[in-house]
């Protein structure tokens, strides 16, 4: 038997077990969400306030295909066909799903739905469930007062919630419940319960919910049991990346340092910075104009590994203290940070230093023209370049990157206002 047979022979194997893995992934959510489309309560889970709405999800296996290889080679398409599938089998995800939603008014609505279902879950609900018994409770005090007092779980699961004076407290987190509800619904005891178990399975959902407005943050559409149901970004910026124009790529950048601001320096919210702790290619999400080529929009569609920091006290105060993000070797675009530094300072450069080594530093730059050249045409450039060796580890500037990362992000921002051209 030829190798080429071999591998085709191989794909095909591969292709029909992922299928039959993902029929019987499919066949878990279609079975699951029936049965909550047909159940009218739950004491503890994500909400039913999308459930009267839903009549169908259909899938969209465009998602799931094996994409961007070389069509020309055949050989070299079979080969890296068989590691994409072998790569998606091994880490494949089961609790994101993309496709569409089936209204009951006759209407469709692309989305993802995602999961919270795992052992995780179930741990927390059997715990809280022994410890409180949520049928009794006709009060939001004495829900608080019942949470507090009793020796709950607390799922580490990305999100940390802090003040200069605490972490992960029950107030900080009940605080943060209490925003992302609004005033017409502040009394609701059921919602308080749903959205007390979201912070602790699925915090985004509290995020989202907190930050609905911003352009920047996914829609959610509501809750149907173990699921939730969130606005479909497109696809991500590691899906585009090869295939962008500089002049797109540096739109690109321009928003993700003025959305790096706006989360820091409570613009965002003003009693809370968000600080992002996993800012990737991979969790970004872009939409592009077919016709014009232009950015439509830009979205962080992964808001479980955030620290929000209380700022409460800081509006009181005159004079604040800041944590600058220090330069630590490391392999090119690795991020290392310190959540008790971050935590006890006013506010912190994390997400500028984020943006900047994850998507400017050497070697991993999506701008590699401005970062690895030393003769551009545009002077513009020049001095980019110099701004970016501000806000990356370069030792040669050290000193100066330490007490300016903030300023440099709002002068690179005016600058690729001005090399874009942008006007409001």
Known sequence: MSLKILLITLTITLIAFIANQNIFEYQRFYNSFEKKL??????????M????????????????????????????????GIIHILKQWLIRNNKIFFGKINLKNGTTLPLVAKRTENEKTKQFLEKVTELV????????????????????????????VCSKNAKRSFSLIFDLIKLSIDSNNNKNIRLWLELYTAIHLSPEIIL?????????????????????FVEDCGHTLQYYIGKLRLNMRMQIVYELLKLALEL?????????????????????????????????????????????????????KCKLNFHY???????????????????????????????????????????????????????????FQTLIKNCVCDRSTEHQVIRNRLNTAKLMITLLEKILKITF
């Open 38 to 47: 047909n159940s009218t309560s739950c004491p503890l889970c994500l909400g």
């Open 49 to 80: 306030d999308f459930c009267h709405n839903l009549q169908y999800f259909e899938f969209n296996h465009e998602r799931y295909k094996v994409t961007n290889f070389d069509h020309q080679n055949k050989f070299l398409y079979i080969f890296w």
């Open 133 to 160: 018994d949520v049928n009794s409770l006709n009060s939001i005090e004495q829900l608080k007062i019942l949470l507090t007092g009793t020796n709950l779980p607390f799922i580490d699961n990305g999100l940390v």
């Open 208 to 228: 989202l919910k907190i930050l609905k407005l911003k352009s920047y943050v996914p829609i959610i559409f509501g809750t149907c049991g173990n699921y939730y």
């Open 264 to 316: 820091t320096d409570g613009t965002a919210h003003r009693d809370y910075s968000f600080y992002l702790t996993d800012l990737t290619a991979d969790n970004i999400a872009i939409q592009i104009d077919s016709s014009t080529g232009l950015l439509l929009s830009l979205k962080i569609i992964d808001w479980s590994d955030v620290i929000v920091v209380s700022n409460k006290e800081n509006r009181f």
């Open 325 to 383: 993000s220090e330069c630590i070797e490391c392999c090119p675009g690795c991020l290392i940070y310190s959540e008790d530094d971050i935590c006890k300072t006013s506010y912190s450069d994390h997400n500028i230093y984020a943006v900047c080594q994850e998507f400017l530093s050497s070697g991993e730059s999506i701008l590699p023209e401005i970062t690895n050249t030393n003769i551009l045409e545009n002077s513009n450039y020049a001095e």
